[in-house]
Each structure stands twice: as structure tokens, then as C-alpha cells.
């Protein structure tokens, strides 16, 4: 019997021998979607050899002959009858229809799949004309109210001046505004008195802060190598101090976008521009033995590639790591040519100094370098490292050389970034540095290979003193960057995402959906980075706005903000995120104009009372009709609570810090290398403490910080007991309710009223109600009175001793009323 390909055939390729996730008979590097692909081969050589099904690789793989790769993947396997069919098909010639078009049997093309909403270009929408013209401030209000009036709901009052500067200030700084600064607003009765405080906020260098935090969410910025060891990043801080300088400066975005993804392929490059391209070194690094280097470079690309996907375009590209996309029109193909413009990247570490470092060490060098030689002299380092070089070197093409020596060809790769490469490296041609690092990790590891010989050496003493000398004439600050390898890998699509089995070559290009690089453009980061940011990608403007939405109100307008495909929300004012988008772009991608402009906008100004008429219509606050309450994010809680209590160190940017925790959690982690700081740095910003991957800081952890493992684009708002804990009792809250208290004490009159008053200003922007001051009043004097008959409480409450004209009990009691002021859901929480 003659088989027939569109009734026989094709439904049993379609529905079980090939994921069809985009509707076409394709799976990665695989096409069954028109004869000419599948007689041309797939990973390995044809797919169908016309007249042979014993040697055509489709009746291989379906009938379980093809170990590495069985057909279907997943379910249940063809019947004996289907895979008979396939025989005779092949057998008798293999004929279907030349053309994709053709090949549905019925000799009309194939449907096309539509693309979702956000593949398509914004077009500047017309701006909506509402009816409560009035109400309108900005653009952004016409799009908004005209929702509103829509559906009949009215827009909330504004808010009160006390709410509005608080808010402002902790959008903007991430900081709570000063009594001082409250009462000037208030009583500021010029027309111009609520723009006058955004602009103050905006050119603040705190500003840079607050949104470095959001960016480095993104970033997936961490301290820390990730994995069992975890070993510190000493200079990871370097791309951070760099971000919160870009946002100060107010850097056009797609100029941020092109200085993190491939600023080292600017023409004339400079430090800062290389520093950027941190970004892509912000990946987990494995350096535990027995780590196979190649496959941890491979997932550190794929990470790259997926993080650019979701920053930047909103897209869930990951999924086609392993096979077409399931609901996206991203093909498994396209996943690999994004992931190839990361592939000829090459890690580097460069100098980075910051004002005023050179100098100081430019000093101390030669006299570092002579003390230097010196110690490598009298320990006979030169005598022994060629030898250790040259044998290490050969270890890694000559697996008869011993096992010490593979494992000491393989540390070289685990101990130090680039290790191998610089080991590959003529002596002669090694820098000092790259000298350097070689001869540490020499000292450091030749008792793999000579343990006996080592301790005759007295290398341990040896590496001792050579890192005493490092703290006696430190270096300049470096920091971890990217650069183009002299020689790129050839780049393919792996078969089920598995670096050991390489596919189909690919080369750099874009996502077949969306808009092309432009002709005669070199495929390399700077075309990708550009293309990002060009007028003609869908994606990128809408994707930034919404988050910048999500920022100021809690949720975007799309909802899902890390997916705009098929799977993720619609807008619910889609013509508001265009206008956004357009004008985010004709700005000149100007962030600090589109948060100035979301700010001004009556939409903001609303009051975040909660209202019953929208419990039935509106629970989740999808149109507006007020502001959002937001649980401040970790790290603010923690500044806010250090801001009101007058220990706050202000400093901005730097080195990361290592504030107080309970020694409990460090045991926890692989080699305990919390060392905590001291002095002014205990009480730095929540942005600067030190991000352990494995080991994360707890109060952070307790409110919802992300794990900085991967790209974090909107962090949850749990509500738990552990949090409250927290507050009570957590070092840093306790230290911060004594400060508080030492404020209100010495800064207030003397009045317990006018003491109440003043606490209420500093912490919450605001006079307390009459309730809340004779609850407080009562408060105090119950506390008093047990303090007053338990001297060891006092001793606990305020420990300081000495302290100018302040009575200990006194104080102890308003540490107790601080401590339940910082404590009240208002403190914690932006109105």
C-alpha cells in the first residue's frame, strides 16, 4: 500500500516524534517541515535517506536504536504500526510536498502565527480628552482618568502634605524626609512647592543609591562566587559604585544599556566604560574541584544571554535553551544566535582606581616591588616554579602525566580568573600582575605536587608575609570586566541545552520575531546592545517604563513585568505604557524626565486610602483609582530605622560592608568569612552590605531580598512573624530604637507630650493623633515605674554609660517607645 504523507505521515511526526512548540515539524537544529531540511541533516548527518529507513536517523531515534537521543522526548513511544508506516514512507521514496507551505496536505500555506502585542512598534497614542478635565496634571492623567470615567469610578483626593514628601522621599532616595524638611513643605505655599522638592530629590546624591538598588536586582549583583565555596568577590563593589554614579549623572539609558553590554567595544574605551561590562560578571563561578571548566563557561553564557533577555526585552528566552519556545515565537535557533554574541567574550580583570588611589600607591611601589623580590629570592621561588609550570602546562594535553599533575592543571583554572590562560602565556609576554597572581597561586598550591618539598620551603610562612606585604602597600582598586576573545569559539546550538552535545553552527543574530540588525552591521555585542536600544525594537522602552511604573505604584502595567509574551499579562492601559515608551525614547532616554514626569502626574499625588466601592470592582487597584500602599523594600527598612535615629553613615558608594549578624549564620556557611566591620561602617546603607550568595544577610533575607542568583525583577512583600522579631530584637533595630531615643531626649523640649510630638515627626513625617499620644503617655508611665524597680532591664534598654545630662531610666524608657514607634506598620510601609 502506497503511504500517503499529509494522511499518514504527517499527523505522527507532528503529534509525537518532534516538539512542536511553534506549530512547524522543527526541534532545535531538527526540521521535518520540508524535504530539502531534512534530506540536508540535522545535528549528525541526514534525517531521512530516501529508499534506506535501516540507516535513515529519524527510524533510528523513534525506535529507541539512538540511545543519545530517543523519540518522542517524553510520553509514550510510537506504536509498531507508526514506526512501519515510517518504513514504508521512507522506503517507497519518502515523498511529501518540497515546501513548508505546502506541507499541511490541503496545498494552502501554513497559518501564521500572530505575534503577541508587545512584537509590535508603539505608535505615539492620542492623548485621551476625559471629562473632569481638572483633574488632569499631565498626560499621563488623561490616559488614566479616561479608565476611570470609562468604568465609573471617580479618582481619590490627593493625598496630605505630611504623606506626599514622605512618599517622595523614599521613591526618590530611599531615605524618609527630616522634621525639618516635612515642616518647610507644608508651610510652603508657593505654586511650585511640591516641583521644587522632586527636583531637590532627583539632584540628591542618595538618588543613585535608591535606583542602584532596583539595577542591581537586575544585575543579579552579588559579593560572592555562588556554589559550595563561595568564595568573595574583593572588587565585585567596583560595578556597583559604577552604577550609582551612571543613575546620579543621569546617563541616557541606552547608553547605560551599551556601556554594561559591550562597553569594552566602544572605540577608545575608557575605565569607567570597561568597568560597566561588570554587568556580565555579576554570573555564579563554580571553583569547587572536579568542575568541568568548559561546561561552567557554557552556563555562565546561557546565564548572560537570559538575563539579557529578561532586563531588557521582558522575555522568557531561557525556555529555548532545550527546545523551541512554548508559547513565544523564539526558536531554539534563535536562543543560541542570541547566546553566540556572549560566546567570543573573554573575562578580564583590569585597574579601576578611584580618585586619589595612584598617588599613594605609585609611591609605595618600587619599594613594595623590591620587598617583593626579595621574599621570593630567600624562599627560592624561582628555582622551582619553571619546572612546576612547565609540567602543569603538559598536564593538560598529556592525561599520562599523573593525577597530581591534572589536578594541578585544573586548580590553576579553579584558584584565580584566567589562571590557565595566563599559564598558556610566554613568561616574557605576562604582565606583572599576571606574573604576579602566578607566582601567589605557585606558593599558594605546589603541595599538590610536592607536599614534603613545600615544607621545607616554608611556603606557608612564605604566602603569609607576601600578603602582609599586600596590606602594608595595597593596590589600586580593579575590577571584573569583559573583553572579545583574540579567538572565538565556534558557536552551536546544543542539543537539549547539553554543552557536550554541540548541534547545528549558529552565528550572533537576533530574535527571528523581532526587527533585524541593521545591513552590513559586525554582529558583536555593541550591534546588539544598539539594537536593544534602537527606535525599532518593540520591547525595550515599554520594558523599562513598566518597571519604572512598578517602582512608584507596586505593580506595572503589565503586571508580569519579567514577561511580555504570550503567557504574561496584558497592560491594563496599553496606550499609556506606548506613550510612555515614545516618550522614554524621544527623551533621549532620559530617566530622571519619565520619573519626573509619573511623579508630578495627579495618578501619583492620590491618597492610598483604602476604599470600599472598589473591593468589588478593583480589589487589586488594576485602574488607578488610588495610590498603593507598599511594604518598604529590606534594605530601606534598615536605612529608614538608621536615618530617623541619627546613625546613619551617609557615605556614598565604596567597598561592601559587614555589619552585625548572629554568629550562628555564619557557621552555617562553607569557611565563615564574615569579618564584621567596625566604626562608622556598621551603619551604612542596607545597599553596601556585603551580598554572600550562600549566606545572604538575614534581616535582608526576613523582608524579601532576592538571592541574587539570578535576575530579580519585581521582589515579593511577605507579611511574617519572623519579621516582627526582627524589629523587636534584631542588633541593628535595637541600636536604632537607643539612637532614637538619645534624639528625642536631648533634641525635644521636656514636655512628655511635646517628647511624643517630636517622635513622631522624626519617624513618621507626622504629630501623632490624640489617641496615639495618650496611648503612648500611658505607655511611658507604666514603663517607668517597671524599669524603675529593675535596674538590670535598664542596663539592657541603654547601655551607654556616661552619656551628658541623660538619666539612664529616662532613656531606657523612651528606647522602649522608640523601639514600638519603629515598630508600627506605618514606619515600614510607604503611604
Not at 290 to 310: F, H, K, S, V
Not at 328 to 335: A, E, G, N, S
Not at 357 to 376: I, N, V
Request: proline share 6%.
Amino acid at each position: 500500500m502506497q503511504t500517503d504523507f499529509a494522511r499518514d505521515i504527517r499527523p505522527i511526526l507532528a503529534a509525537r516524534c518532534v516538539a512542536c512548540h511553534s506549530g512547524k515539524l522543527q526541534s532545535g537544529g531538527l526540521r521535518l517541515d520540508a524535504r530539502a531540511a531534512a534530506l540536508a541533516g540535522g545535528y549528525s548527518g541526514a534525517v531521512i535517506l530516501p529508499g534506506r529507513s535501516a540507516d535513515s536517523r529519524l527510524i533510528r531515534m523513534v525506535s529507541g536504536l539512538q540511545k543519545d537521543l530517543i523519540m518522542p522526548m517524553g510520553g509514550s513511544k510510537l506504536t509498531a504500526e507508526q514506526i512501519g508506516l515510517l518504513r514504508a514512507w521512507i522506503d517507497q521514496g519518502a515523498a511529501w510536498p518540497e515546501t513548508a507551505a505546502s506541507a499541511n496536505g490541503a496545498g494552502e500555506p501554513a497559518p501564521a502565527r500572530s505575534l503577541p502585542w508587545s512584537f509590535q512598534k508603539p505608535s505615539r497614542p492620542v492623548e485621551p480628552r476625559p471629562t473632569n478635565i481638572a483633574w488632569v496634571r499631565n498626560p499621563i492623567d488623561a490616559f488614566v482618568l479616561s479608565r476611570l470615567e470609562a468604568t465609573h469610578i471617580k479618582p481619590s483626593p490627593e493625598a496630605g502634605r505630611e504623606v506626599l514628601i514622605r512618599r517622595l522621599s523614599l521613591d526618590l532616595i530611599g531615605l524618609p524626609p527630616s522634621a525639618a524638611e516635612v515642616a518647610e513643605f507644608v508651610s510652603d505655599t508657593r505654586s511650585d512647592a511640591y516641583d521644587r522638592v522632586i527636583d531637590r530629590l532627583l539632584a540628591s546624591p542618595h538618588y543613585g543609591e535608591k535606583w542602584a538598588r532596583y539595577w542591581l536586582d537586575l544585575a543579579r549583583y552579588g559579593d560572592s562566587d555562588g556554589f559550595e565555596t563561595d568564595a568573595p568577590r574583593p572588587w565585585a563593589w567596583r560595578y556597583r559604585h559604577w552604577v550609582i554614579d551612571a543613575l546620579n549623572r543621569n546617563m541616557p539609558f541606552d547608553q547605560f544599556t551599551i556601556e554594561q553590554l559591550a562597553g569594552d567595544l566602544l572605540p577608545n574605551a575608557t575605565i569607567e566604560q570597561r568597568v560597566a561590562t561588570g554587568f556580565n560578571r555579576n554570573t555564579l563561578t563554580n571553583r569547587e574541584g572536579g568542575m568541568d571548566l568548559e561546561m561552567l563557561r557554557i552556563e555562565q553564557i546561557m546565564d548572560r544571554a537570559n538575563t539579557l533577555g529578561t532586563v531588557w526585552l521582558g522575555l522568557t528566552v531561557g525556555c529555548a535553551q532545550c527546545h523551541d519556545h512554548k508559547f513565544d515565537p523564539i526558536t531554539q535557533k534563535d536562543y543560541y544566535q542570541l547566546f553566540a554574541f556572549f560566546n567570543s567574550g573573554k573575562e578580564v580583570n583590569i585597574e579601576a582606581p578611584l580618585a586619589g588611589e595612584m598617588g599613594p600607591y605609585l609611591h609605595g611601589k618600587a619599594e613594595h616591588d623590591r620587598k617583593r623580590r626579595e621574599l621570593l629570592q630567600a624562599y627560592r621561588v624561582h628555582e622551582f616554579q619553571p619546572e612546576w609550570e612547565r609540567k602543569t602546562l603538559e598536564a593538560a594535553t598529556n592525561s599520562a602525566i599523573g593525577d597530581h599533575w591534572i589536578l594541578a592543571w585544573e586548580t590553576v583554572g579553579y584558584d584565580f580568573d584566567g589562571g590557565q590562560d595566563i599559564l598558556r602565556l610566554d613568561p616574557q609576554r605576562r604582565t606583572p600582575k599576571q606574573q604576579d597572581q602566578l607566582a601567589d597561586h605557585f606558593i599558594k598550591w605546589y603541595g599538590l605536587v610536592n607536599g614534603p618539598l613545600t615544607k621545607e620551603l616554608k611556603f606557608k610562612e612564605l604566602g603569609e608575609k607576601l600578603q602582609q606585604l599586600e596590606n602594608d602597600y595595597p593596590p589600586p582598586t580593579e575590577a571584573a570586566a569583559m573583553t572579545e576573545n583574540a579567538q572565538p569559539p565556534t558557536s552551536h546550538l546544543l542539543i537539549r541545552g547539553d554543552f557536550r552535545q554541540p548541534g547545528i553552527v549558529v552565528q550572533p543574530n537576533t530574535l527571528a520575531a523581532l526587527p533585524p540588525l541593521p545591513n552590513g552591521t559586525k554582529a558583536n555585542r555593541l550591534a546588539l546592545a544598539r539594537w536593544l536600544v534602537s527606535p525599532e525594537n518593540p520591547l525595550t522602552a515599554r520594558v523599562a517604563v513598566n518597571r519604572m511604573w512598578q517602582e512608584f505604584f507596586g505593580t506595572g502595567i503589565v503586571a508580569t513585568s519579567e514577561n511580555f509574551g504570550s503567557r504574561g499579562d496584558k497592560p491594563t492601559h496599553p496606550e499609556l505604557l506606548d506613550w510612555l515608551a515614545i516618550e522614554f525614547m524621544d527623551s533621549g532616554w532620559d530617566v530622571k524626565r519619565v520619573h519626573k514626569l509619573i511623579i508630578q502626574s495627579a495618578t501619583y499625588r492620590q491618597a492610598s486610602t483604602n476604599r470600599e466601592d472598589l473591593e468589588s470592582i478593583d480589589r487589586a487597584n488594576r485602574v488607578w483609582a488610588r495610590q498603593n500602599r507598599l511594604r518598604l523594600p529590606a534594605e530601606l527598612i534598615r536605612d529608614s530605622a538608621l536615618s530617623v535615629s541619627g546613625l546613619l553613615n551617609p557615605a556614598i558608594g565604596g567597598k561592601s560592608v559587614f555589619p552585625q549578624q548572629p554568629a550562628s549564620v555564619g557557621e552555617l556557611a562553607y569557611r565563615n568569612q564574615w569579618k564584621e566591620s567596625t566604626g562608622a561602617d556598621l551603619f551604612r546603607r542596607g545597599l553596601y552590605i556585603f551580598r554572600k550568595r550562600t549566606m545572604p544577610y538575614p534581616q535582608l533575607v526576613t523582608f524579601d531580598a532576592p538571592d541574587a542568583l539570578t535576575a530579580c525583577v519585581r521582589r515579593e512583600r511577605s507579611t511574617t512573624p519572623l519579621q516582627a522579631l526582627i524589629l523587636l530584637n534584631d542588633p541593628v533595630f535595637v541600636e536604632t530604637a537607643q539612637g532614637l531615643a538619645t534624639r528625642i531626649i536631648r533634641e525635644a523640649p521636656t514636655d512628655i507630650e511635646e517628647k511624643i510630638r517630636y517622635a513622631f515627626q522624626l519617624s513618621l513625617g507626622r504629630a501623632p493623633l490624640a489617641v496615639e499620644k495618650d496611648k503612648v503617655i500611658s505607655y511611658y508611665r507604666r514603663q517607668r515605674e517597671v524599669l524603675a524597680a529593675n535596674r538590670d532591664a535598664v542596663d539592657g534598654l541603654y547601655p551607654q554609660r556616661g552619656v551628658e545630662q541623660i538619666d539612664r531610666l529616662e532613656a531606657a524608657v523612651w528606647v522602649s517607645i522608640a523601639s514600638v514607634i519603629l515598630n508600627m506598620d506605618e514606619f515600614i510601609t510607604r503611604g
